[in-house]
């Protein structure tokens, strides 16, 4: 952890720090804070790619209950408790359109 003047704290589980009681407190009050390209997880600062959620191919880390779709719509992964938990049989429905959103694939 580095000190600074900013309370915003960014989670493995809110990567942006917008959900969180932390959210748009930054005031002249000092504490300590992850560095850059890292996040809070179980009270010590990891490398992002260390959350759970971590997408290695979008470099991006979903919330809980978000979800993406691979490319050929053959795969269907969503963030749980224990992670990205993925269904490898997954098939988009005849009349879904599979298509990137934010860097990644959603119906």
Do not use: W
């Amino acid at each position: 952890m580095v000190f600074g003047n900013c309370s915003v704290m960014t989670t493995c589980e809110d990567p942006t720090g917008q959900k969180g009681r932390y959210f748009n407190t930054c005031t002249n009050a000092s504490g300590c804070v992850c560095p850059k390209d890292f996040l809070m997880k179980g009270g010590y600062c990891v490398p992002y790619n260390q959350c759970e959620c971590f997408h290695p191919d979008s470099r991006k880390i979903f919330t809980k209950d978000e979800f993406y779709v691979d490319r050929n719509c053959t795969r269907r992964c969503e963030c749980r408790d224990a992670g990205l938990i993925c269904d490898n049989d997954y098939r988009c429905s005849d009349n879904a359109l599979c298509e990137e959103r934010n860097s990644v694939h959603q119906y």
